[in-house]
């Protein structure tokens, strides 16, 4: 049986997209709904591989495309390659995804000398015949034929150039004629050949060029660069469709449109045309089109045809359509069609306009929007009109857009923050004590560090734009300067960061503002309603959970107690509590900071009302709050300056008789002060190489630090305790939830269950009051997931800690990784891709899956959720839906992201792939 290479558009299956391309597909589905498009037949994507494989057609193609041309004939009443009624067609490219401009297409294919003659006498418009005549001459001698454009060119503008004509449409119809002439002779010098004047043969040219054109380097390139694989996309389609003209006079026209406004998306007329043109003539600006509104006076009938037209494709598409037309002496012709591409604002909109229309179902409101699309909607976007160039780039750490003035210090950040100026803080990396520089900055920049350092977790959590590890910017503290490339940036000019793409530019440029819109809001409200997955956020502070609330957050998934330690209130007595000697020293520091800690858990769990706060126990090395060696080093180098500085003055002053005791501020700086300072100091460092650990990461910290300065453990869970009995109190309902970091055995959960059984029961004698508060635990090492079953027994619920679970998992130091050999790993495919972003589902996966199973399989309503940075990530959030998991929780402004995700994953639920769960 021959294979059939060829199906008619009112033959071939709208569906199969894979066969006949996407263009070809939806040009047999409009033609078989009942939408005038010109006849026509498509040849599959099957026959453009054969032709690739053996580098000839695959033998029973031209007969069959021969067959389909006698249709055409037959259908329209004309004849191809003669005259007096000439058929002419498009011959254009299409595979299964759109990859506009990347293949090659022609027009007008069908003219000869005969049919030429043909198509003067038929239009009795000769300029209008020769000027398609050229047109295809051109762009089959480039295209079939390989001649540049240029060796046409040069014979166009002269001509022009002699006439003294500036437009192409002032030319006449003998220009056209001795342009066509000199054309053929053209395609003779250099191609060798005649042009063809067989237009079977031209059309088998044409049909081969385009097959080549899917190998050709721009097509190559399109494909790698958009990751569209041979599964996506293999081998393009031909379109072979009647030529309809636009350019055949007052009552023609072309235009391009779409159903929606692609920008905002409202609801209206949208496009461009123009009257007596072709198809390429409004693309390539020649002349300035018209909106469509203005058709609707110029050519009352045909802009209703249009409007009907535009009606049809959306109601059978239930989508926003990108669509091509043509009027020909006053009959609209529709010559393609395909889903609009639309920025986020549009696609909420419409999402849930066309809802509220009854055109689509809130599955399918839902279903159409990437959620990861969400992040444009949430954050400042530099203005895309902009045209200045990064001078340098790092990662994307966190998204949004700012300006301001760059300072080197958190210090100074703070300062000019508060008195009203913008300011970017521009660090090699930042450490906790930064963290006021971080509240008075606009955005956060660093020369080192990955998209999991500091910089660009708090950032995240904060919501404000992150450029991290741009290792092109050299950042100079002492002379508080910056080298970027041969530039250098002082303190005070002004930057512009984009933590949605890592670029860094100099100077300002402007930004447009974040838009949660009440569309936006409805939608996730549905998004809501549909998933299975509750989605909470990481939050430290009252500001970041009334933020979070606000992009519509239940509850907060993990508090990380020590960043409420870094306030600059706080920090000092942190480090007493650090530098204490005695446990009863460590108290009387702990003291001081409970009534603290207890006054923050009050407004999270008042913000947070009536949803759970999961608050987790002290997690990092104590050494990350104070400052480094380094830094402690100099500060010592500087006091001892001081001291003897101060010494001199004193010893001076009291060699004068009668000599007068300096006026303040001198009279301030005693030596008695800066040895005080001093001696601190000494202490810090002396503290500061005790701490020092080969690997902190794997040292002494989460649970480790709670065992063995349960103190520090106690303090936080009774101002927990304290604060949940005072809401209780005030009538705010709460639900509080302890949450053990860094968890490898049961036994160390039994030490922290122990001081919340005795602080409860003293908090009974003491107030009467019964607190009941969740317990957990985290799951982030790998012993953890091995010993679900045991830590189950103890914990009501399991947090997967994915940010330590994935580097425990590979063995990989999340920051050296991102800076050093992910990258290269990605881009040569060792590993898809980042598993600190999005959740490595065979390696980390397996593991989540065994701890669930297990866990449940000793507490079935085990409560699961994951607080990683994947959560926030829709891959990783179809895998946590997947799994059964109760809730995700990430930074606050990928919330939204994460709710519009959950609701995905549930609705596609059934097609997941590439993951069994054990039956
Ligand atoms: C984690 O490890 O995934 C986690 C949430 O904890 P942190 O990032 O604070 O180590
Ligand atoms: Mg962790």
Redesign the pocket.
């Known amino acids: 049986m021959t294979m059939r290479h060829v199906y008619a558009f009112s033959d071939g299956d709208g569906q199969n997209k894979k066969l006949l391309g996407g263009k070809g597909a939806n040009l047999c589905e409009m033609t078989q709904i009942g939408l005038n498009v010109p006849p026509g037949f498509v040849i599959t994507t099957e026959a453009c591989l054969d032709y690739l494989e053996a580098d000839e057609l695959p033998a029973s193609l031209l007969g069959q495309v021969r067959d389909e041309i006698t249709n055409l004939e037959a259908a329209t009443g004309r004849t191809f390659g003669a005259g007096p009624n000439p058929l002419l067609v498009s011959v254009r490219s299409g595979s299964a995804l759109s990859m506009p401009g990347m293949m090659d297409t022609f027009l007008n294919l069908g003219l000869n000398e005969e049919t030429l003659a043909g198509l003067i006498e038929q239009t009795g418009d000769e300029r209008f015949a020769y000027d398609a005549y050229r047109r295809f001459i051109q762009l089959f001698g480039k295209v079939a034929l390989g001649i540049d454009d240029e060796k046409f060119d040069a014979h166009f503008d002269e001509i022009k150039t002699r006439a003294g004509i500036k437009a192409d449409v002032g030319l006449e119809a003998a220009h056209l004629r001795e342009i066509s002439e000199r054309f053929l002779g053209v395609v003779r010098q250099e191609a060798g050949r005649d042009f063809p004047q067989d237009v079977m043969q031209q059309l088998q040219l044409a049909v081969e060029a385009v097959f080549r054109s899917w190998m050709g380097k721009r097509a190559v390139d399109y494909r790698r660069e958009f990751d569209i694989t041979p599964d996506m996309a293999n081998g393009t389609a031909v379109n072979i469709c009647t030529m309809v003209f636009g350019n055949m006079g007052d009552d023609c026209a072309t235009g391009v449109g779409f159903t929606r406004n692609p920008g905002t998306g409202e609801n209206e007329m949208f496009g461009e045309y123009l009257t007596n043109a072709q198809g390429e003539d409004v693309v390539a600006g020649i002349r300035t089109p018209k909106p469509l509104a203005e058709m609707e006076t110029e050519m009352p009938e045909q802009y209703a045809q249009l409007v009907e037209l535009r009606n049809k494709l959306e109601s059978h598409y239930q989508e926003v359509q990108d669509y091509e037309f043509t009027i020909e002496k006053g009959t609209l012709y529709c010559l393609q069609t395909r889903n609009g591409k639309m920025n986020a604002a549009a696609l909420v909109r419409t999402s849930v306009e066309m809802f509220r229309e009854g055109l689509i179902s809130r599955e399918q409101a839902l279903l159409r929007i990437d959620p990861e699309m969400l992040e444009q909607l949430l954050h400042p976007t530099l203005d895309p009109d902009s045209t200045t160039q990064p001078v340098a780039t790092g990662l994307p750490a966190s998204p949004g857009a700012a300006s301001g003035k760059c300072v080197f210090d958190a210090d100074l950040a703070e300062k000019l923050g508060n008195a009203g100026e913008r300011v970017i803080l521009v660090r090699e990396e930042t450490r906790p004590e930064d963290i006021h520089g971080f509240f008075a900055a606009e955005g956060i920049l660093t020369s080192r560090g990955g998209k999991?350092s500091h910089a660009a977790?708090v950032a995240r959590g904060m919501g404000k734009p992150c450029v991290a590890g741009a290792e092109g910017i050299d950042v100079d503290v002492a002379l508080r300067l910056a080298h970027v490339g041969e530039q250098i940036l002082h303190e005070g000019d002004v930057i512009t960061l984009d933590g949605g793409t890592g670029e860094v530019y100099l100077g300002e440029i402007a930004t447009l503002p974040a838009d949660f819109s009440s569309e936006l809001k409805e939608l996730l409200d549905w998004a809501d309603e549909v998933a299975d997955l509750k989605v909470l956020a990481?939050a430290d502070t009252p500001d970041a959970a009334n933020r979070a609330r606000e992009y519509g957050a239940m509850g907060i998934g993990?508090c990380?107690t020590e960043r409420m330690f870094n306030a600059s209130d706080r920090l000092p007595i942190v480090i007493d509590m650090i530098l204490a000697n005695t446990e009863e020293d460590r108290k009387t520091a702990l003291n001081k900071l409970l009534p603290m800690q207890r006054s923050d858990f009050i407004d999270l769990f008042t913000t947070m009302s009536p949803d759970p706060v999961t608050v987790r126990l002290l997690?990092?090395p104590m050494h990350e709050f104070l400052p480094t060696e380094q830094q402690l080093l100099e500060e010592i180098r500087t006091l001892r300056l001081y001291r003897d500085v101060v010494r001199g003055r004193n010893s001076a002053l009291s060699a004068m008789v009668d000599s007068t005791p300096l006026p303040a501020p001198f009279s301030g700086l005693t030596e008695e002060n800066v040895i005080d300072a001093l001696t601190r100091k000494e202490r810090m460092l002396k503290k500061v190489r005790e701490l020092q650990e080969t690997n902190p990461m794997l040292g002494h910290r989460g649970v480790r630090l709670g065992i063995t300065y349960p103190e520090i453990y106690a303090m936080q869970i009774e101002a927990i305790l304290e604060a949940a009995v005072e809401c209780e109190k005030r009538g705010v309902e709460v639900q509080p939830e302890i949450m053990v970091?860094q968890v490898i055995t049961s036994q160390e959960l039994a030490h922290v269950t122990r001081t919340i059984g005795e602080l409860t029961s003293n908090l009974k004698a003491e107030f009467g009051v019964n607190v009941h508060i969740k317990f957990g635990t985290?799951i982030?090492t790998v012993r953890a997931c091995t010993r679900a079953k045991k830590l189950a027994a103890s914990a009501e619920f399991f947090s997967?800690?994915?940010?330590?679970?994935t580097q425990a998992t590979f063995s990989f130091s999340r920051e050296d990784a991102e800076n050093k050999f992910l990258p290269m790993y990605n881009d040569s495919g060792i590993l898809q891709d980042n598993p600190f972003e999005v959740l490595d589902i065979q390696g980390v996966g397996q593991l989540i899956n065994m701890a669930v199973w297990n866990g449940r399989s000793v507490r079935p309503d085990l409560k699961i959720g994951i607080?990683?940075?994947q959560g926030g990530h829709p891959a990783s959030i179809r895998f946590c839906h997947h799994l059964g998991l109760n809730y995700v929780s990430c930074s606050g402004p990928r919330v939204p992201v994460a709710r519009l995700a959950a609701a995905n994953a549930k609705l596609t639920e059934k097609e997941f792939v590439g993951f069994d769960k054990p039956k």
């Not at 997967?800 to 679970?805: K, P, V």
């Open positions: 999991t977790v990481n993990l990380r997690d990092p970091p985290m982030e997967f800690g994915t940010n330590d679970l607080c990683g940075e």
